[in-house]
């Protein structure tokens, strides 16, 4: 089978771009460029989108990544002065968050409102595992009540599962816990491997 | 030439033989690298499926390529796939999810173009079809999220023949409203016995549905055909029957404890010889589902003498033939379904034993059958002019498991190649086959959208269409206009209509939503 030509001309051309792209690569993130974006960003924050939506897409330069998700989600309510509880997030790229909340506020509401990267699937009814956390240590966990039924089923269904793994949606801050330490699990790519495994 | 080299693998793509149209491809696979960074060319990415694995790689995309601008189309009039269409009506908590859908569509950046399918003819008349060359002309990105619209076949006498012997995906379609079943009218009415083939989750649904008290159901967006079917129902034992055993089992803890615990219905204990003895040192979620099903034999609760209905797991049992009581056995109403009962290898222990058949036989009197033994994907018909390789065996995409199309090609040097199309990619069962809940399937189409960013990030991936602009759905459209097709397109909007329509629907009949079970019912609610 001999290479078809309009195969040996793709390459061809694909050779040309790879070469111009080579010499163009450098404009691509010019500091002009990217200040005018964030401007435009800036300009469309200070308006504030009626929608959903709460961080406006701007017309983003072309592969411009941003780093946080543009979704915001959480009803808690800052805590009064003095009756701030601590709680940290280790999230998936190891970087911690402390964050001063309420008695009351339970994780995924906390983890939302403070744009962490925690989903709520089922919206915290307890029927997905999606906000699945870790606590760090054995003796906060202990001192939470125990999982029930229900969260323990979501639980078995949980990637990365640990003796001390809980549902976000179903731990709720109080004095006791103050100064917990969760992490969010790292998912793994590969979901199709069987959880079911001796 | 460097670059050549790296890149050419993704170049492979093109195959030695061209679909008859030589012009089309040669405009799909444009490659040259996108690399100009202007506001006015946004990453265009049509996706395919309106179902959770289309939504959630969309709302990952939006969220980490600011002004990305996505087109999702649907072949019915309705979002959300399984959601609205797979999702047990009992599990409404199951369906919050949407909240998120909603708010990705709110997005100005998303478009919903429903009752549009694409490549494959739309299944019903008021469906607009467009082709998937379409696509490939006015986008940089594919995603294929079209889902397993097909199920898996026993292929055993009586099975396409027999009155009574239903699939059970037609049967879930049924009761939660698709309009592509809504005309099953299953007949629950020819006896006691039902028997459901199939271990899986939607196994424990089907029998779910026939066992609960129809007035629980009654409060929930169930189709209203179902609740007057259900209600009429004299089904009163429901067999589950799977090839393997406990230990192989693919039905997940939540589903079995509900069966368990409904009211009035008791559970026939299992053989504990396919139980481990030590159940203490198997893994933890293992663990806790084998102990349920040993304490729901031995529960002192109520036995099936004492409930008007009653269920059972049976094990060991590949069917071998459905029959009827006709001379003809495969002729008529379904009377029994006869099974070859097999014994587990290398142990009933190990998670991954192989059923052997016996030879020894068991023949269970059933009024009515469900196979329930998977779904599967289908390739779209444009694929093989395209040359996107479909894996038939395990009814997906090929893809690198992350998602990217990927192809296998035999070169001239006999060399094995890989490579991914550029621009094209795939996300939820039609990626990774029809297994997972909610939750997998999510974090599946967040790899999804992690590939794609990836490959955005790189500027060295090609994409579809290279650095031309890119018109998305506008450009399909004005193709779908010249051809003068003037079928109903539904947006966002309409769907909202629709909606707001099927709620006070419900409203009037004192439940939370009456669903439209046609699409010209759909239709009409736009106004």
């Known amino acids: 089978m001999s290479t078809p030509r309009v195969l040996r001309q793709s390459l061809q051309r694909l050779a040309q771009h790879a070469r111009c792209y080579s010499k163009t690569t450098t404009t691509t993130t010019s500091a002009s460029l990217r200040s005018a974006a964030q401007t435009q960003q800036q300009q469309q924050q200070q308006q504030r989108l009626p929608t959903a939506w709460s961080t406006p897409f701007a017309a983003a330069a072309r592969r411009s990544l941003s780093t946080s998700s543009a979704l915001q989600h959480g009803h808690v309510d800052p805590p009064k002065p003095g009756e701030e509880l601590y709680v940290t997030f280790i999230d998936k790229d190891n970087h911690t968050h402390r964050l001063a909340v309420s008695a009351g506020d339970n994780l995924l509401d906390i983890a939302q409102a403070h744009d962490l990267e925690m989903e709520g699937a089922c919206g915290g009814s307890c029927a997905c595992s999606t906000c699945h956390v870790i606590v760090q240590d054995q003796d906060m966990y202990d001192r939470m009540p125990e999982p029930d039924d229900d969260e323990n089923d979501m639980l078995d269904l949980a990637f990365g599962l640990t003796e001390t793994s809980r549902l976000g949606c179903q731990v709720h801050m109080t004095k006791e816990l103050d100064g917990l330490v969760v992490k969010l699990p790292s998912m793994t790519r590969n979901l199709q491997a069987s959880d079911f495994k001796p | ?527």
Not at chain 2, 235 to 262: C, D, N, S, W, Y
Request: aromatic share 8%.
């Open chain 2, 1 to 527: 030439m460097a670059f050549v080299a790296r890149l050419k693998p993704r170049v492979i793509g093109l195959r030695g033989r061209w679909p008859s149209q030589v012009h089309a491809p040669c405009r799909m696979y444009s490659l040259h690298p996108a690399h100009h960074t202007t506001p006015e060319h946004p990453l265009r990415v049509a996706v395919i499926g309106s179902g959770p694995a289309g939504f959630y790689t969309t709302y990952k995309l939006m969220a980490k390529i600011q002004g990305t601008k996505v087109d999702m189309y649907e072949s019915l009039p309705v979002p959300f796939g399984l959601v609205r269409f797979g999702v047990a009506p009992d599990h409404p908590e199951v369906k919050n999810c949407q909240e998120k859908f909603e708010e990705v569509a709110s997005s100005p950046d998303f478009n919903f173009i429903g009752n549009v399918s694409v490549g494959t003819k739309s299944d019903h008349p008021d469906g607009l079809t467009v082709p998937l060359a379409s696509l490939f002309r006015h986008y940089n990105a594919i995603i294929f999220a079209y889902g397993a619209a097909q199920d898996r076949k026993l292929g055993i006498p009586g099975e396409d023949q027999l009155k009574g012997v239903y699939s059970a995906r037609e049967f879930v379609g049924w009761y939660n409203g698709l309009p592509e079943h809504a005309s099953l009218n299953p007949d629950l009415t020819q006896g006691d016995e039902a028997v459901v083939i199939g271990q899986g989750n939607v196994a424990l649904d089907v029998a779910r549905m026939l066992l609960e008290d129809v007035d629980v159901l009654r409060k929930t967006d169930i189709a209203a055909h179902a609740l007057d079917t259900l209600s009429q129902s004299r089904v009163k034992r429901v067999h589950v029957v799977g090839r393997r055993g406990p230990m192989q089992a693919a039905f997940t803890i939540k589903e079995v404890r509900e069966l368990m615990k409904l009211p009035d219905v008791s559970f026939h204990p299992i053989d504990t010889a396919l139980l481990p003895a030590d159940l203490k040192s198997l893994p933890r979620a293992p663990r806790r589902l084998m102990e349920m099903l040993a304490k729901g034999t031995t529960a002192t609760s109520q036995s099936p003498s004492e409930t008007s209905k009653s269920w059972s797991l049976d094990f060991c049992l590949t069917p071998k033939a459905f029959s009827s009581s006709s001379p003809d056995s495969t002729q008529g109403q379904l009377a029994s379904t006869t099974f070859e009962r097999t014994t587990l290898s290398p142990s009933p222990f190990d998670p991954n034993a192989y059923a052997l058949p016996t030879g020894e036989t068991l023949t269970l009197p059933s009024s009515v059958a469900f196979r329930s033994i998977g779904y599967k994907s289908t390739p779209l018909p444009e694929f093989s002019d395209i040359n996107i390789p479909f894996d038939e065996r395990r009814g997906i995409i090929s893809n690198d498991g992350h998602g990217r199309v990927q192809h296998e090609e035999r070169t001239r040097g006999a060399e094995m190649s890989h490579g991914s199309f550029p621009g094209l990619y795939c996300a939820g069962w039609v990626k990774t086959g029809p297994t997972g809940v909610i939750a997998s399937t999510m974090e599946n189409a967040f790899a999804t959208a992690d590939a794609i960013i990836e490959d955005w990030a790189s500027r060295t991936t090609p994409f579809l269409n290279g650095d031309r602009k890119c018109h998305g759905w506008e450009g399909v459209r004005s193709e779908v206009l010249a051809r003068g097709d003037e079928k109903r397109v539904v947006d966002w909007q309409g769907w909202r209509r629709i909606d707001e329509a099927e709620k006070q629907r419900g409203k009037e009949s004192g439940r939370s939503r009456e669903k439209f079970t046609r699409t010209g019912e759909m239709l009409n609610a736009l106004g």
